[in-house]
């Protein structure tokens, strides 16, 4: 059977932790429970551990030497570390990196995904602090089931009620559902900016954050595909199972890209690559007086049309970023770039989009049959990227 870890802190809503418990076991796992010495204040240890059969952890670092190694073993076991309810003291800990109690102990040792539903009082989740946190723990791969409006334990209506066990529980699932559908595939993602440079301090770029790609990346190596991530600049951490390769420009994108590209099956353009790069680029740092009124651009080179013409049976998806006529702009891309598949989205929608965890698209497919989603985190719409992906395949064995 599946185990999985379940980090207890001290919440009002730690009761819901018993229903994410019996939920998980509903679908045969095994939970182990790691409170943290606060939370074994608010209930009693005792209850987890007659509710999952194994002994809840609490403070072992108490114990004895052979327990404490014993434990430490337990990160190889789990499939998934879940924190719910998770306070702003163990996302503060988790994101600096503390490993003072077992359960912070128990995030450094892991290797499996983490996933964390806060729950909190809408001034300390909003906090800047937290925030900043979140957004450090989220660049590392660590996944959030964000809380929700409502009724706080406060007696205050807001943010932070942790979100319901069912969508903990689905997402946590989700995290570590494994499937084979692209066993054997190999999918080469592109994300992020590119930078073209004037100088060794200046350079053109655009706002593209690379989520979008990173999740497309991270999604496919759960379907069980080889895939090789090449990424602009991005602060994002690439999944530890893709072959990664770091560039700067649009062209050692393109050569990056054109080493694999014989071996992938399907190649996915979410980067942002640059249309433009400088005529000319100096290698000192040029001096405003030598800059001159106007500076020459030239075009970069268009990886995925080039791509495009030594396509052969491989599957070809492309993104278009626009600002208006989104459909109309993207239909032209597709048949440009001969493309099996493009998503399309609104770039000036602010719900969504650039450095955003939400995106809405439109996936048009040739023939011009539209999808248009709902705003979904890009989680999800890498799933329904790789969805219609699969129903090409299909289509072309
Ligand atoms: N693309 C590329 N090489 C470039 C520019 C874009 O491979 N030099 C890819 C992108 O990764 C994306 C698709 O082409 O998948 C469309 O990118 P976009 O910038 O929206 O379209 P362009 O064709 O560059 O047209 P425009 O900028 O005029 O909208």
Same mark, same amino acid.
């Given at each position: 059977?599946?185990?999985?870890?379940?980090?207890?802190?001290?919440?009002?809503?730690?009761?819901?932790?018993?229903?994410?418990?019996?939920?998980?076991?509903?679908?045969?796992? $095994?939970?182990?429970?790691?409170?943290?010495?606060?939370?074994?204040?608010?209930?009693?240890?005792?209850?987890?551990?007659?509710?999952?059969?194994?002994?809840?952890?609490?403070?072992?670092?108490?114990?004895?030497?052979?327990?404490?190694?014993?434990?430490?073993?337990?990160?190889?076991?789990?499939?998934?570390?879940?924190?719910?309810?998770?306070?702003?003291?163990?996302?503060?800990?988790?994101?600096?990196?503390?490993?003072?109690?077992?359960?912070?102990?128990?995030?450094?040792?892991?290797?499996?995904?983490?996933?964390?539903?806060?729950?909190?009082?809408?001034?300390?989740?909003?906090?800047?602090?937290?925030?900043?946190?979140?957004?450090?723990?989220?660049?590392?791969?660590?996944?959030?089931?964000?809380?929700?409006?409502?009724?706080?334990?406060?007696?205050?209506?807001?943010?932070?009620?942790?979100?319901?066990?069912?969508?903990?529980?689905?997402?946590?699932?989700?995290?570590?559902?494994?499937?084979?559908?692209?066993?054997?595939?190999?999918?080469?993602?592109?994300?992020?900016?590119?930078?073209?440079?004037?100088?060794?301090?200046?350079?053109?770029?655009?706002?593209?954050?690379?989520?979008?790609?990173?999740?497309?990346?991270?999604?496919?190596?759960?379907?069980?595909?080889?895939?090789?991530?090449?990424?602009?600049?991005?602060?994002?951490?690439?999944?530890?199972?893709?072959?990664?390769?770091?560039?700067?420009?649009?062209?050692?994108?393109?050569?990056?890209?054109?080493?694999?590209?014989?071996?992938?099956?399907?190649?996915?353009?979410?980067?942002?690559?640059?249309?433009?790069?400088?005529?000319?680029?100096?290698?000192?740092?040029?001096?405003?007086?030598?800059?001159?009124?106007?500076?020459?651009?030239?075009?970069?080179?268009?990886?995925?049309?080039?791509?495009?013409?030594?396509?052969?049976?491989?599957?070809?998806?492309?993104?278009?970023?626009?600002?208006?006529?989104?459909?109309?702009?993207?239909?032209?891309?597709?048949?440009?770039?001969?493309?099996?598949?493009?998503?399309?989205?609104?770039?000036?929608?602010?719900?969504?989009?650039?450095?955003?965890?939400?995106? $809405?698209?439109?996936?048009?497919?040739?023939?011009?049959?539209?999808?248009?989603?709902?705003?979904?985190?890009?989680?999800?719409?890498?799933?329904?990227?790789?969805?219609?992906?699969?129903?090409?395949?299909?289509?072309?064995?």
């Amino acid at each position: 059977m599946t185990l999985i870890a379940l980090g207890v802190s001290s919440s009002i809503s730690i009761y819901k932790s018993c229903e994410i418990i019996r939920r998980f076991q509903e679908k045969d796992f $095994q939970v182990q429970v790691i409170m943290t010495k606060n939370a074994s204040r608010l209930i009693s240890p005792l209850l987890f551990s007659a509710l999952s059969g194994r002994e809840a952890i609490v403070d072992p670092f108490e114990g004895q030497q052979s327990e404490r190694i014993a434990h430490v073993a337990l990160a190889k076991e789990v499939a998934l570390l879940l924190v719910a309810p998770a306070t702003a003291n163990v996302i503060g800990k988790f994101a600096s990196g503390v490993a003072d109690d077992f359960l912070s102990t128990f995030y450094t040792a892991v290797n499996c995904p983490v996933l964390i539903a806060p729950a909190m009082n809408e001034a300390m989740y909003l906090h800047r602090q937290t925030q900043q946190n979140i957004r450090r723990l989220k660049g590392l791969g660590v996944r959030f089931v964000e809380p929700e409006r409502g009724y706080l334990a406060c007696k205050d209506t807001g943010w932070g009620r942790l979100a319901p066990p069912e969508r903990i529980v689905d997402e946590g699932l989700r995290l570590i559902k494994k499937s084979r559908s692209l066993k054997g595939k190999t999918v080469l993602v592109t994300a992020g900016p590119t930078r073209e440079f004037l100088d060794p301090v200046r350079f053109l770029t655009n706002r593209s954050s690379g989520k979008m790609g990173y999740e497309l990346a991270e999604e496919a190596i759960r379907r069980g595909a080889d895939v090789i991530l090449v990424s602009g600049p991005s602060p994002l951490f690439p999944p530890q199972e893709a072959k990664f390769s770091q560039v700067q420009t649009a062209e050692e994108m393109e050569k990056e890209v054109s080493k694999h590209f014989t071996k992938a099956d399907i190649i996915i353009m979410a980067a942002a690559v640059s249309d433009f790069k400088f005529a000319e680029a100096s290698s000192k740092k040029i001096k405003k007086e030598k800059l001159g009124e106007k500076i020459s651009i030239v075009p970069t080179p268009d990886i995925l049309l080039k791509l495009s013409r030594k396509k052969g049976s491989k599957v070809l998806v492309g993104f278009a970023a626009e600002t208006e006529n989104v459909a109309e702009n993207a239909v032209k891309k597709l048949k440009a770039k001969n493309l099996d598949m493009i998503v399309a989205n609104n770039v000036l929608d602010e719900r969504v989009g650039f450095e955003s965890d939400f995106n $809405q698209v439109s996936i048009i497919l040739p023939g011009g049959r539209a999808i248009r989603s709902e705003k979904m985190t890009k989680i999800e719409i890498s799933q329904l990227i790789l969805d219609k992906i699969e129903e090409i395949i299909g289509k072309k064995c």
